[in-house]
């Protein structure tokens, strides 16, 4: 069937199925819609697997999960569940078909032509988008960067990516599936994922295909591809101004290469010409030594024409340098989105036009390949012609003669960038004339209402008015080379437009012509080389493509929140869970809870190197996932991008520093941090709404992880410590060895020299200073090697090796044992004071001795003497010792040296003592109660010397706060942000107590523990004052209402005590901000105290016992008061003798005493009235007042009857003591909660409702029947006594008491029958007093009319009738009274005024005084200046006269020159000429 016949018949196969393929492919869509809601929701895509793809079902017979089974009459197919794609705004989707819907005359597959491809002239209306465009660009460029490889291994293949019924191997082929399902391998977040795919394509309303095609026919891996990047490419949250696609790369997607973006800027192009020069090719001219051929480097066009003739590779293949890694470098535009910003317009006006220099069009943006840099012509200057070398002896110099000083020609420096496209010379052309994507942001920018007038000119207006000149070079047959363009063949243009399909209607896709379709067009990048200030104008964004797996050391750590994963990726992304895959790539996975808004997350990343350090920091996000066009305008708006923010971090500080990296981007962004040499802890703070991806990678060996891993690689010394040190001890050994050879000895001893000496130290004073301290280094060294002091003879060798007899005048009592008996001097010297003859025969001793020493040591440093031989040998000994562990000692060498330099930095390896870090931890369990405040930890830690600690507690409860208190002083260490501060801690007698509290909260996991960690710098840490840490305490707790009085007292609490015992008090309120302050009253004086808002603690109280209440070997039992309860803790703990060291370790906290009685109360009050009761708390209130005043009774009404009775019959009790009553009134005040046995059953029967507080003081448990804790009832128990007493002296006298207030309140209530109450109250009499008080005490409806006559205050006794004549005498007062204070008041107007007066008097006086100051100080200068006038006119006058004298001199010896110089040149002529003769 010929051309002709195929064309024919597909309009008449075609048009009569084409509506219903249209009306079905619209129902599927809708009810697709539908079923979807609106959104997707469904987890992100899994990690790649290949056991899991091989056991993929390709077929239907798992449709109810992998997809839906049509209805229709066409075979079964495959409905991927996560939905269809979204296009861009520009491409408008119609419909929705299957490939045998519009593919029908050809048989269908995935891969048609395995040699190349295609995609530029099959997809002209897809070029509107930006997307589409970077879609084709980036696949053609990863395309060619693949194509020069040598083995098969490395060449890469787009339709590699996809798979269906073959098998998961290099170089595989998809087939066909009839089904429609495909799976499509891609790189995302970090790691390689599985991305199901159908064969369902959109198509516009012109039912053209808007997915890119390639020119054969039935090929369908371009779909299917773009439709899986585009997927991957939803998943970035751009906003308009940014385009289509913001700094999201395909390249990034397809081939897992970490994209690093970097801006152009004019300021900065040296930079970025010197980084493209050392990373990409550079084009150099051949060299006419090598036999002549052509060069591809010189003729880039010729290079390009014979590549697309013999098969090969249109770009020059990489140059690869040893010892970095290999990275592809590409450009990118912005797109044209015009806004209002008004300097943009001229920045795009100037883009523009260089694009259009260079074959581009701004229009059409996209991203460039960089191939090769040039900083010479493009063709090799002639050589200039061969000169004799005659010609080359005394050459003459070139004299120009202008009559303006001629300056050099400033020649502009060649630098020029060679740029690959797929767009290069492309024609954007539009039906109708408009560029639809300008089209459409005009209407856009109509809507606005500030829309810019400038969006309605078209750049390439001017262009299609007549014949394009890229047009013209495309069909001109020169091969000659241009600045600024390259051509195009004709032959390429042809190849171009061969294969067109004719199965498509109205489609983009045509029909090949004759050529074989087994011989398709390569995608060949066009290239075109760009002038670098071009470049600058032209680009914007540099982007640098790093491969990873050049890199020997990379780690990833991800983050993800449960919501957007499976189930099972949820048990695969346990928290914490390693992940370990091929080509030493690790990194760990964690799953965030749902609830919280973004995933943040917390890493470090230690490096310690010699050498300076690039890591390259990749930073992946996911901030949109699952949502329908519609929504992700409005998301965009709530999903500001994510940020990556790298910081230097130490344990040993609070303080923040500076970032030193910030990473914000909206998907995948890398940047490359550069440390110097050294040791560096940086912290890693990372934001993202719903996951994140972190891949680091470098040449230097790193450790990223959590705490836990960095910090155990910070115990040890850094890198540059240990060299240091070693290159130290090499240089001693070195001399050690060289030790009897006494030509190699002085050449040790220099090196070793340089190795010690720092090089700031230069003068000769400085560096006898440093070497005296590296000697007794190495003595220390030798010392802690032997593990032993070392010997006369051994001292003496290290003497003769370092040449510093100093080191025997170093406390010989530590060197030498046998001077411990006899260093001490005979009991009759201890007292005497020696004689100048004995001072002076001691001092000539000691000079034989010292001289002595010199001669010994002198000849020991001669070859071949026998003190050389025996120090020699001695060393010979020692040093195997030493060699043994060399790191230790050498580390041991270099930190004496730098303990001993007084804070100064000498070696820059000391930079790193700020990373080191030493730590110890220390964990208990903790108690579980619900909702309950809980004393956690508390010990006491010794220190022995000065030295910086950081305490930080890892707890499970988030309220948790760690107090530190100076045992010595008693104060609390500073707190910043509830945490305790880095100090400097001194050592001390008692040590520094660590008390730790939390409020748990309604359910803790199993086996929670709480842990602090001790961080220092060095060891050794602070020690424990026992063994191990202990947890296990009583509480004993005291609950009650607060009742408001005139003191703002809320409670006073008295503690006894039976042996000292160390306390922890809280005190907690209802109200949480309520301002109290908790006091410890010994004696009614203060001796500590704390203020907090609704929670107050005091950490730590000692109690002291009376010296009559201490009882040793025995212990009272505690008896237990109304509302306290010693509750002990489940935990056990064995009797230790730790309690002894604590009492004695806190006796500091009482103040001196001139008693040793102690009484402690323990007091809380209100402050500022900042507890404040509602209504239904104030009634609640004046309850409890009347409960107490009842309490307050010594006897109650209903005891009325049998008080007289009960008093007589038990005489006894009146002899009852004091105390006994006082526990009698405390039982009868108790009786409203005698029946609560714990303080448990107490909390239970409070109301929480109304205001109540709580109080615990926290002991030991061994001690806690050595306190007692119960309510301050002294003044109510004065009262109790009291009345008592009365009674007792007068038996009935309070029922008397009581009848007469009863007789008196009756007499208001029922005033007109006192008669009738007066006989009913005589009948009943005191024997029924409880009708009387419920009678007064009931609330009665009549009104009750009292006297208040006896309660007035009067000034006589007699009313007085006021009269005129005291009127107005009052009158007359008032007058009186009236004049006095006015004429006081102008008294002290007149003292004003006149004040006034005096002080504008001496204003101007003062003022007087200064005109005549200035005018005398004027005075005094005009007779300055005229002197100075005049000594300086009689200095100009004889300068003058010099002046003319010396003029007059030289006119006198110019005079006698001119005399003499004729004759003196005639000689000169004579002598010339008889010099010429004789030549």
């Given at each position: 069937?010929?051309?002709?016949?195929?064309?024919?018949?597909?309009?008449?196969?075609?048009?009569?199925?084409?509506?219903?393929?249209?009306?079905?492919?619209?129902?599927?869509?809708?009810?697709?819609?539908?079923?979807?809601?609106?959104?997707?929701?469904?987890?992100?895509?899994?990690?790649?697997?290949?056991?899991?793809?091989?056991?993929?079902?390709?077929?239907?017979?798992?449709?109810?999960?992998?997809?839906?089974?049509?209805?229709?009459?066409?075979?079964?197919?495959?409905?991927?569940p996560e939905g269809r794609i979204l296009l861009p705004q520009l491409l408008n989707v119609h419909s929705w078909k299957r490939?045998?819907?519009?593919?029908?005359?050809?048989?269908?597959?995935?891969?048609?032509?395995?040699?190349?491809?295609?995609?530029?002239?099959?997809?002209?209306?897809?070029?509107?988008?930006?997307?589409?465009?970077?879609?084709?660009?980036?696949?053609?460029?990863?395309?060619?960067?693949?194509?020069?490889?040598?083995?098969?291994?490395?060449?890469?293949?787009?339709?590699?990516?996809?798979?269906?019924?073959?098998?998961?191997?290099?170089?595989?082929?998809?087939?066909?599936?009839?089904?429609?399902?495909?799976?499509?391998?891609?790189?995302?977040?970090?790691?390689?994922?599985?991305?199901?795919?159908?064969?369902?394509?959109?198509?516009?309303?012109?039912?053209?295909?808007?997915?890119?095609?390639?020119?054969?026919?039935?090929?369908?891996?371009?779909?299917?591809?773009?439709?899986?990047?585009?997927?991957?490419?939803?998943?970035?949250?751009?906003?308009?101004?940014?385009?289509?696609?913001?700094?999201?790369?395909?390249?990034?997607?397809?081939?897992?290469?970490?994209?690093?973006?970097?801006?152009?800027?004019?300021?900065?192009?040296?930079?970025?010409?010197?980084?493209?020069?050392?990373?990409?090719?550079?084009?150099?001219?051949?060299?006419?030594?090598?036999?002549?051929?052509?060069?591809?480097?010189?003729?880039?066009?010729?290079?390009?024409?014979?590549?697309?003739?013999?098969?090969?590779?249109?770009?020059?293949?990489?140059?690869?340098?040893?010892?970095?890694?290999?990275?592809?470098?590409?450009?990118?535009?912005?797109?044209?989105?015009?806004?209002?910003?008004?300097?943009?317009?001229?920045?795009?006006?100037?883009?523009?036009?260089?694009?259009?220099?260079?074959?581009?069009?701004?229009?059409?943006?996209?991203?460039?390949?960089?191939?090769?840099?040039?900083?010479?012509?493009?063709?090799?200057?002639?050589?200039?012609?061969?000169?004799?070398?005659?010609?080359?002896?005394?050459?003459?110099?070139?004299?120009?003669?202008?009559?303006?000083?001629?300056?050099?020609?400033?020649?502009?420096?060649?630098?020029?960038?060679?740029?690959?496209?797929?767009?290069?010379?492309?024609?954007?052309?539009?039906?109708?004339?408009?560029?639809?994507?300008?089209?459409?942001?005009?209407?856009?920018?109509?809507?606005?209402?500030?829309?810019?007038?400038?969006?309605?000119?078209?750049?390439?207006?001017?262009?299609?008015?007549?014949?394009?000149?890229?047009?013209?070079?495309?069909?001109?047959?020169?091969?000659?080379?241009?600045?600024?363009?390259?051509?195009?063949?004709?032959?390429?243009?042809?190849?171009?437009?061969?294969?067109?399909?004719?199965?498509?209607?109205?489609?983009?896709?045509?029909?090949?012509?004759?050529?074989?379709?087994?011989?398709?067009?390569?995608?060949?990048?066009?290239?075109?080389?760009?002038?670098?200030?071009?470049?600058?104008?032209?680009?914007?964004?540099?982007?640098?493509?790093?491969?990873?797996?050049?890199?020997?050391?990379?780690?990833?750590?991800?983050?993800?929140k449960s919501t957007v994963l499976s189930k099972t990726a949820t048990a695969t992304y346990s928290p914490k869970s390693s992940?370990?895959?091929?080509?030493?790539?690790?990194?760990?996975?964690?799953?965030?809870?749902?609830?919280?808004?973004?995933?943040?997350?917390?890493?470090?990343?230690?490096?310690?190197?010699?050498?300076?350090?690039?890591?390259?920091?990749?930073?992946?996000?996911?901030?949109?996932?699952?949502?329908?066009?519609?929504?992700?305008?409005?998301?965009?708006?709530?999903?500001?991008?994510?940020?990556?923010?790298?910081?230097?971090?130490?344990?040993?500080?609070?303080?923040?520093?500076?970032?030193?990296?910030?990473?914000?981007?909206?998907?995948?962004?890398?940047?490359?941090?550069?440390?110097?040499?050294?040791?560096?802890?940086?912290?890693?703070?990372?934001?993202?709404?719903?996951?994140?991806?972190?891949?680091?990678?470098?040449?230097?060996?790193?450790?990223?992880?959590?705490?836990?891993?960095?910090?155990?690689?910070?115990?040890?010394?850094?890198?540059?410590?240990?060299?240091?040190?070693?290159?130290?001890?090499?240089?001693?050994?070195?001399?050690?060895?060289?030790?009897?050879?006494?030509?190699?000895?002085?050449?040790?001893?220099?090196?070793?020299?340089?190795?010690?000496?720092?090089?700031?130290?230069?003068?000769?004073?400085?560096?006898?200073?440093?070497?005296?301290?590296?000697?007794?280094?190495?003595?220390?060294?030798?010392?802690?090697?032997?593990?032993?002091?070392?010997?006369?003879?051994?001292?003496?060798?290290?003497?003769?090796?370092?040449?510093?007899?100093?080191?025997?005048?170093?406390?010989?009592?530590?060197?030498?044992?046998?001077?411990?008996?006899?260093?001490?001097?005979?009991?009759?010297?201890?007292?005497?004071?020696?004689?100048?003859?004995?001072?002076?025969?001691?001092?000539?001793?000691?000079?034989?001795?010292?001289?002595?020493?010199?001669?010994?040591?002198?000849?020991?440093?001669?070859?071949?003497?026998?003190?050389?031989?025996?120090?020699?040998?001695?060393?010979?000994?020692?040093?195997?010792?030493?060699?043994?562990?060399?790191?230790?000692?050498?580390?041991?060498?270099?930190?004496?040296?730098?303990?001993?330099?007084?804070?100064?930095?000498?070696?820059?390896?000391?930079?790193?003592?700020?990373?080191?870090?030493?730590?110890?931890?220390?964990?208990?369990?903790?108690?579980?109660?619900?909702?309950?405040?809980?004393?956690?930890?508390?010990?006491?830690?010794?220190?022995?010397?000065?030295?910086?600690?950081?305490?930080?507690?890892?707890?499970?409860?988030?309220?948790?706060?760690?107090?530190?208190?100076?045992?010595?002083?008693?104060?609390?260490?500073?707190?910043?942000?509830?945490?305790?501060?880095?100090?400097?801690?001194?050592?001390?007698?008692?040590?520094?107590?660590?008390?730790?509290?939390?409020?748990?909260?309604?359910?803790?996991?199993?086996?929670?523990?709480?842990?602090?960690?001790?961080?220092?710098?060095?060891?050794?840490?602070?020690?424990?004052?026992?063994?191990?840490?202990?947890?296990?305490?009583?509480?004993?707790?005291?609950?009650?209402?607060?009742?408001?009085?005139?003191?703002?007292?809320?409670?006073?609490?008295?503690?006894?005590?039976?042996?000292?015992?160390?306390?922890?008090?809280?005190?907690?309120?209802?109200?949480?901000?309520?301002?109290?302050?908790?006091?410890?009253?010994?004696?009614?004086?203060?001796?500590?105290?704390?203020?907090?808002?609704?929670?107050?603690?005091?950490?730590?109280?000692?109690?002291?016992?009376?010296?009559?209440?201490?009882?040793?070997?025995?212990?009272?039992?505690?008896?237990?008061?109304?509302?306290?309860?010693?509750?002990?803790?489940?935990?056990?703990?064995?009797?230790?003798?730790?309690?002894?060291?604590?009492?004695?370790?806190?006796?500091?906290?009482?103040?001196?005493?001139?008693?040793?009685?102690?009484?402690?109360?323990?007091?809380?009050?209100?402050?500022?009235?900042?507890?404040?009761?509602?209504?239904?708390?104030?009634?609640?209130?004046?309850?409890?007042?009347?409960?107490?005043?009842?309490?307050?009774?010594?006897?109650?009404?209903?005891?009325?009857?049998?008080?007289?009775?009960?008093?007589?019959?038990?005489?006894?009790?009146?002899?009852?003591?004091?105390?006994?009553?006082?526990?009698?009134?405390?039982?009868?005040?108790?009786?409203?909660?005698?029946?609560?046995?714990?303080?448990?059953?107490?909390?239970?029967?409070?109301?929480?409702?109304?205001?109540?507080?709580?109080?615990?003081?926290?002991?030991?448990?061994?001690?806690?029947?050595?306190?007692?804790?119960?309510?301050?009832?002294?003044?109510?128990?004065?009262?109790?006594?009291?009345?008592?007493?009365?009674?007792?002296?007068?038996?009935?006298?309070?029922?008397?008491?009581?009848?007469?207030?009863?007789?008196?309140?009756?007499?208001?209530?029922?005033?007109?029958?006192?008669?009738?109450?007066?006989?009913?109250?005589?009948?009943?009499?005191?024997?029924?007093?409880?009708?009387?008080?419920?009678?007064?005490?009931?609330?009665?409806?009549?009104?009750?009319?009292?006297?208040?006559?006896?309660?007035?205050?009067?000034?006589?006794?007699?009313?007085?009738?006021?009269?005129?004549?005291?009127?107005?005498?009052?009158?007359?007062?008032?007058?009186?009274?009236?004049?006095?204070?006015?004429?006081?008041?102008?008294?002290?107007?007149?003292?004003?005024?006149?004040?006034?007066?005096?002080?504008?008097?001496?204003?101007?006086?003062?003022?007087?005084?200064?005109?005549?100051?200035?005018?005398?100080?004027?005075?005094?200068?005009?007779?300055?200046?005229?002197?100075?006038?005049?000594?300086?006119?009689?200095?100009?006058?004889?300068?003058?006269?010099?002046?003319?004298?010396?003029?007059?001199?030289?006119?006198?010896?110019?005079?006698?020159?001119?005399?003499?110089?004729?004759?003196?040149?005639?000689?000169?002529?004579?002598?010339?000429?008889?010099?010429?003769?004789?030549?």
């Amino acid at each position: 069937m010929s051309k002709t016949q195929l064309k024919k018949k597909e309009p008449s196969s075609s048009k009569g199925s084409l509506s219903e393929r249209q009306a079905e492919a619209a129902s599927i869509a809708a009810s697709s819609s539908e079923s979807l809601g609106g959104a997707w929701r469904f987890p992100i895509w899994p990690e790649w697997n290949d056991a899991e793809v091989e056991k993929e079902k390709w077929d239907s017979s798992k449709g109810a999960e992998d997809g839906k089974t049509s209805k229709s009459h066409i075979a079964p197919f495959y409905e991927n569940p996560e939905g269809r794609i979204l296009l861009p705004q520009l491409l408008n989707v119609h419909s929705w078909k299957r490939p045998k819907e519009f593919i029908v005359n050809k048989a269908l597959s995935v891969v048609e032509n395995p040699i190349s491809f295609d995609l530029l002239s099959p997809n002209d209306h897809l070029i509107c988008s930006e997307l589409m465009r970077r879609l084709i660009s980036e696949i053609c460029i990863v395309w060619t960067l693949h194509e020069g490889t040598l083995t098969e291994k490395d060449r890469w293949r787009p339709w590699e990516h996809i798979y269906s019924l073959c098998k998961v191997e290099k170089g595989h082929v998809p087939l066909y599936n009839d089904y429609g399902k495909y799976v499509v391998r891609l790189y995302w977040m970090g790691c390689w994922r599985k991305i199901m795919v159908d064969d369902s394509m959109p198509f516009d309303e012109e039912n053209h295909l808007l997915l890119p095609a390639s020119t054969c026919q039935s090929e369908l891996w371009p779909m299917l591809l773009a439709k899986a990047l585009i997927k991957v490419a939803n998943t970035n949250v751009v906003s308009e101004v940014h385009g289509e696609m913001g700094v999201f790369t395909f390249i990034h997607t397809l081939t897992g290469w970490i994209p690093e973006i970097s801006p152009i800027k004019s300021l900065y192009l040296g930079t970025t010409w010197d980084f493209l020069k050392d990373t990409i090719p550079i084009f150099t001219h051949q060299d006419d030594s090598l036999p002549e051929t052509k060069s591809a480097t010189v003729d880039p066009a010729a290079a390009r024409r014979s590549s697309c003739d013999n098969g090969n590779s249109p770009l020059p293949e990489p140059e690869k340098r040893k010892g970095s890694p290999e990275v592809v470098v590409c450009a990118s535009q912005y797109p044209l989105r015009p806004h209002n910003n008004s300097p943009w317009f001229g920045q795009m006006a100037t883009s523009s036009e260089c694009l259009r220099q260079y074959g581009l069009s701004l229009l059409c943006s996209h991203i460039v390949l960089l191939t090769r840099t040039r900083g010479c012509p493009l063709e090799a200057p002639p050589k200039p012609p061969p000169v004799p070398q005659w010609k080359l002896i005394r050459q003459r110099k070139k004299i120009t003669v202008t009559d303006e000083p001629q300056k050099p020609p400033l020649s502009k420096p060649e630098k020029f960038i060679e740029i690959a496209s797929p767009f290069l010379h492309f024609p954007v052309k539009s039906s109708g004339g408009q560029i639809p994507e300008l089209k459409a942001q005009r209407s856009i920018q109509r809507i606005c209402p500030h829309g810019s007038p400038l969006v309605s000119i078209a750049e390439r207006e001017e262009a299609e008015e007549g014949p394009e000149p890229d047009a013209a070079e495309c069909t001109a047959s020169s091969t000659n080379i241009k600045k600024d363009k390259m051509e195009v063949t004709a032959k390429d243009v042809k190849k171009d437009n061969d294969h067109i399909s004719n199965v498509r209607p109205k489609t983009a896709l045509k029909e090949p012509s004759a050529v074989e379709p087994s011989a398709p067009v390569k995608p060949v990048l066009q290239l075109t080389w760009m002038d670098l200030d071009d470049f600058a104008k032209c680009f914007q964004t540099l982007l640098v493509f790093h491969k990873p797996q050049i890199y020997p050391h990379h780690i990833q750590e991800s983050h993800f929140k449960s919501t957007v994963l499976s189930k099972t990726a949820t048990a695969t992304y346990s928290p914490k869970s390693s992940i370990q895959s091929p080509g030493s790539l690790s990194g760990t996975s964690t799953v965030a809870i749902s609830e919280c808004p973004e995933v943040r997350g917390t890493h470090y990343l230690c490096v310690d190197s010699l050498q300076p350090a690039q890591i390259l920091i990749s930073f992946s996000v996911l901030l949109l996932w699952g949502n329908a066009a519609q929504e992700k305008k409005e998301l965009y708006a709530a999903c500001t991008p994510s940020v990556l923010i790298a910081q230097a971090y130490s344990w040993k500080s609070l303080q923040s520093q500076l970032p030193v990296l910030t990473i914000k981007t909206t998907c995948s962004r890398a940047t490359m941090l550069k440390l110097p040499p050294g040791r560096h802890v940086l912290s890693f703070h990372t934001k993202a709404a719903l996951g994140y991806n972190v891949h680091l990678c470098s040449e230097m060996p790193f450790t990223f992880g959590d705490e836990e891993a960095i910090m155990s690689q910070l115990t040890k010394e850094s890198a540059r410590f240990t060299d240091k040190a070693l290159s130290i001890w090499r240089g001693l050994s070195r001399l050690v060895s060289s030790f009897s050879n006494e030509q190699d000895q002085q050449a040790a001893r220099r090196s070793l020299e340089e190795a010690h000496c720092p090089p700031k130290i230069d003068t000769p004073l400085e560096k006898r200073s440093h070497s005296k301290v590296f000697n007794s280094a190495a003595y220390k060294m030798l010392c802690e090697a032997l593990g032993r002091k070392l010997t006369s003879e051994e001292r003496f060798a290290v003497v003769v090796l370092t040449a510093d007899p100093s080191l025997l005048a170093n406390d010989p009592r530590i060197h030498s044992p046998t001077l411990d008996g006899e260093s001490k001097p005979p009991e009759r010297w201890s007292d005497r004071k020696p004689a100048d003859s004995e001072v002076k025969a001691a001092i000539v001793l000691q000079a034989a001795f010292k001289g002595h020493t010199a001669r010994k040591i002198l000849n020991a440093s001669k070859p071949g003497t026998k003190e050389k031989l025996t120090a020699s040998k001695i060393f010979l000994d020692m040093w195997p010792k030493v060699e043994s562990d060399a790191e230790k000692h050498a580390a041991l060498l270099l930190s004496y040296i730098i303990d001993r330099s007084e804070g100064a930095e000498l070696y820059p390896c000391q930079q790193d003592e700020w990373t080191r870090v030493t730590f110890a931890d220390y964990s208990v369990s903790l108690r579980d109660t619900a909702n309950s405040w809980t004393l956690v930890f508390r010990e006491v830690f010794l220190v022995h010397k000065e030295m910086r600690l950081v305490p930080k507690v890892y707890s499970p409860v988030p309220n948790c706060l760690l107090h530190v208190i100076n045992n010595d002083t008693g104060e609390e260490l500073d707190m910043l942000f509830n945490k305790v501060a880095p100090h400097v801690y001194q050592p001390n007698k008692l040590g520094y107590t660590f008390v730790a509290e939390a409020v748990t909260s309604e359910s803790l996991p199993a086996g929670a523990k709480w842990r602090m960690r001790l961080i220092g710098t060095r060891e050794p840490l602070p020690k424990l004052s026992c063994e191990t840490p202990l947890n296990v305490f009583s509480v004993k707790k005291l609950q009650d209402y607060y009742i408001p009085n005139d003191k703002n007292l809320i409670c006073r609490c008295l503690v006894r005590v039976t042996a000292d015992v160390i306390g922890t008090i809280q005190f907690q309120t209802s109200k949480a901000d309520a301002l109290i302050r908790l006091s410890v009253l010994d004696q009614e004086k203060l001796v500590a105290g704390n203020t907090g808002k609704g929670h107050v603690v005091i950490p730590i109280f000692c109690f002291l016992a009376n010296e009559e209440q201490k009882k040793p070997n025995q212990k009272g039992s505690t008896t237990r008061d109304k509302g306290v309860d010693a509750k002990d803790a489940p935990q056990e703990r064995g009797e230790d003798s730790t309690a002894g060291k604590s009492h004695s370790s806190f006796d500091q906290f009482q103040p001196p005493t001139e008693t040793m009685v102690h009484k402690y109360v323990v007091q809380t009050e209100v402050l500022c009235k900042s507890w404040d009761l509602d209504e239904s708390q104030l009634a609640f209130v004046h309850t409890l007042r009347d409960l107490q005043k009842n309490e307050m009774r010594v006897h109650k009404p209903q005891d009325l009857n049998r008080s007289s009775t009960t008093d007589l019959t038990h005489p006894q009790r009146q002899k009852t003591p004091k105390a006994n009553r006082k526990e009698e009134g405390d039982k009868e005040r108790g009786k409203p909660s005698s029946n609560l046995k714990s303080g448990s059953k107490l909390e239970m029967s409070l109301d929480p409702t109304k205001a109540n507080w709580t109080l615990r003081v926290v002991t030991d448990k061994s001690e806690a029947e050595s306190i007692e804790m119960a309510k301050d009832t002294e003044r109510m128990d004065q009262i109790k006594a009291i009345k008592k007493a009365w009674e007792t002296a007068e038996p009935g006298r309070s029922a008397k008491a009581l009848q007469s207030r009863l007789k008196f309140l009756r007499q208001f209530q029922h005033p007109p029958s006192d008669e009738t109450a007066t006989d009913e109250a005589a009948s009943t009499g005191p024997a029924d007093p409880r009708s009387d008080l419920g009678t007064a005490l009931s609330p009665s409806t009549k009104t009750v009319t009292m006297d208040y006559t006896p309660f007035t205050r009067r000034q006589k006794d007699l009313p007085v009738l006021m009269d005129s004549q005291m009127e107005a005498t009052q009158q007359r007062q008032r007058i009186e009274q009236i004049q006095t204070y006015r004429l006081v008041r102008e008294n002290v107007l007149e003292h004003q005024k006149q004040r006034e007066l005096n002080r504008k008097a001496l204003i101007i006086h003062q003022l007087e005084t200064y005109e005549h100051m200035q005018a005398a100080q004027g005075q005094r200068c005009k007779t300055f200046l005229d002197a100075c006038e005049s000594i300086r006119s009689r200095q100009v006058a004889a300068m003058k006269r010099k002046q003319a004298e010396r003029q007059a001199l030289e006119d006198a010896k110019q005079a006698l020159l001119e005399k003499t110089r004729p004759n003196l040149s005639a000689n000169q002529r004579r002598k010339t000429s008889a010099a010429g003769k004789k030549k």
